[in-house]
């Protein structure tokens, strides 16, 4: 699903220029491998998607939103592009911050814990 998500964000802003899609398209790319994707666990994978969706999504927002408010505008539409934008980037961080808690969680518990008694009764966890 997230990679037809982006593939439409990036075919719906960016219908003018097919080389505009494919560099997009590159770094959505780039990014997911630099965020380890290929090995994450199934739900930091979810995650990942999430957060090059939500990218994607703000930085044409930033593109829009800066034309908009370069054209002659009322206040009404300038404060509409400003919560569009404002909300964007509220998802985009919340997306950072969910994946980076996620990451933390799932390498702070031991996958495998073993208990064994020493003489003297004892006992020492071991965690692998």
Same mark, same amino acid.
Request: glycine share 4%; charged share 25%; hydrophobic share 35%.
């Given at each position: 699903?997230?990679?037809?998500?982006?593939?439409?964000?990036?075919?719906?802003?960016y219908k003018e220029?097919?080389?505009?899609? =494919?560099?997009?398209? #590159?770094? $959505? =790319?780039?990014?997911?491998?630099?965020?380890?994707?290929?090995?994450?666990?199934?739900?930091?994978?979810?995650?990942?998607?999430?957060?090059?969706?939500?990218?994607?999504?703000?930085?044409?927002?930033? *593109?829009?939103?800066a034309g908009k408010?370069? =054209?002659?505008?009322?206040?009404?539409?300038?404060?509409?592009?400003d919560r569009r934008?404002?909300?964007?980037?509220? #998802?985009?961080?919340?997306?950072?911050?969910?994946?980076? #808690? *996620? #990451?933390?969680?799932?390498?702070? *518990?031991?996958?495998?814990? $073993?208990? *064994?008694?020493?003489?003297?009764?004892?006992? $020492?966890?071991?965690?692998?």
């Amino acid at each position: 699903m997230a990679k037809r998500t982006l593939d439409h964000l990036c075919r719906t802003y960016y219908k003018e220029s097919a080389y505009v899609q =494919e560099c997009v398209l #590159r770094r $959505v =790319e780039e990014m997911r491998a630099q965020l380890g994707y290929c090995e994450a666990p199934p739900l930091e994978r979810l995650l990942i998607d999430q957060v090059l969706v939500c990218y994607l999504n703000l930085y044409v927002l930033e *593109i829009n939103t800066a034309g908009k408010l370069c =054209e002659s505008h009322t206040t009404e539409a300038g404060l509409y592009w400003d919560r569009r934008l404002t909300g964007a980037q509220r #998802r985009f961080t919340r997306a950072c911050e969910t994946l980076t #808690r *996620i #990451r933390k969680l799932s390498r702070s *518990i031991p996958l495998l814990q $073993v208990n *064994i008694a020493t003489e003297g009764g004892q006992q $020492v966890n071991l965690a692998q």
